[in-house]
């Protein structure tokens, strides 16, 4: 190959470099203009749903919420390293909370391709980091079901159509019960990516399923509380307000995740929300209830990110250089 190929060469990855700079750009002003947007529309309620429910109850919820995410970010980085990739704490931390907020965009497509975006620059596979995501989306509904049965017995004594839940939890437990069928959900991202062989990817085993599935109970237990400060501040009975909570708002979450047209599941959460919940509030303190959880869990993804990020190049910033006079031990060179 001539000089000149080389040079043109180079210069066409420098320019696809600069394009996909500029669309993950665009993809997160995007995004913090839709979350603006959701915010700021609901400015002229939000003060009197704050003033309602106490200030120190809601900043409780937001820090329940945003500490329920960070097993999800560990589960995630298990199940990438049993996919054969393991990636540096800060890579890892700026690859899972960056990909993450591109959820509040139209479509579903979005977290999985920005995980393979994030991967090119690192030198990692972008198929097996978005098949990670998708598996790790999988393996949440899972979880978020088994603990949505926290709420069963409050909720199928107001509506017996809630026993279909069992169904639910019983086909969502067969891929951890026979692990080769994630291959499927990790084929999906393959297809998004068109990047399939058509060669099965490597699976992890099912201790590593278990644990992942085990790091995404806990995270769905701890981001549930947030629903239960929120009922007892509102008036609700303190023992249903923690299952329901815990409950009522996995179930919400899960059927979010399964709207992929509407950006972070909007409209089909607040539906599920209100259902269990209706089951301890009525009138404006329900309403209250599913408006305010939208709200601070945005909050909390917007302040866990930006600390996540943060600390990272804080960290980065305070490790030590080496001297460019010294040798590869420290010394300075002879």
């Known amino acids: 190959m001539t000089a000149v190929e080389h040079a043109q060469r180079a210069e066409g ?3 696809r470099q600069r394009v996909f700079a500029a669309l993950r750009l665009t993809a997160y002003v995007l995004v913090l203009g839709l979350l603006g947007y959701q915010l700021w529309r609901v400015r002229h309620g939000l003060g009197d749903s704050l003033r309602l429910v ?3 109850n809601a900043s409780l919820a937001v ?3 945003a500490v329920g995410g960070m097993p999800g970010f560990f589960g995630w980085r298990m199940l990438l390293a049993g996919l054969g990739t393991r990636l540096p704490l800060p890579a890892a931390i700026r690859v899972f909370f960056l990909a993450g907020v591109t959820r509040y965009l139209p479509g579903g497509v979005w977290p999985a391709v920005a995980h393979a975006a994030l991967a090119r620059p690192l ?5 097996r980091l978005a098949g990670a995501f998708v598996a790790s989306q999988g393996l949440g509904v899972v979880a978020g079901l088994v603990v949505g049965l926290v709420a069963l017995p409050r909720l199928v004594a107001s509506s017996a159509i ?3 839940l069992l169904p639910l939890v019983a086909a969502a437990l067969v891929p951890l019960a026979a692990p080769r069928l994630l291959a499927s959900l990790l084929g999906v991202a393959q297809r998004i990516l068109r990047r399939g062989e058509g060669t099965a990817p490597a699976l992890p085993g099912r201790r590593t399923l278990l644990g992942v599935t085990g790091l995404m109970t806990v995270g769905w237990l701890i981001s549930g509380l947030h629903v239960t400060v929120l009922a007892v501040a509102l008036g609700a009975p303190p023992a249903g307000a923690m299952t329901i909570g815990i409950g009522g708002f996995a179930l919400s ?4 995740i399964f709207t992929i ?3 972070s599941g909007l409209g089909a959460r607040e539906a599920v929300l209100g259902l269990t919940v209706a089951t301890l509030l009525t009138g404006p303190g329900l309403i209250t209830l599913v408006a305010l959880s939208r709200v601070l869990i945005t909050v909390a993804d917007i302040a866990g990110t930006g600390i996540a990020l943060g600390v990272v190049a804080w960290s980065g910033r305070r490790r030590p250089r080496p001297s460019p ?3 590869p031990q420290g010394t300075s060179p002879s």
Request: zero cysteines; a neutral charge.
């Open 13 to 15: 990855r420098t320019t």
């Open 54 to 56: 106490g200030w120190g």
């Open 63 to 65: 820090a329940l919420a």
């Open 123 to 127: 030198g990692e596979p972008p198929a």
């Open 162 to 164: 809630w026993w279909v």
């Open 253 to 256: 979450t899960v059927a979010g």
């Open 261 to 263: 047209v509407m950006p």
């Open 325 to 327: 006079l010294a040798g």
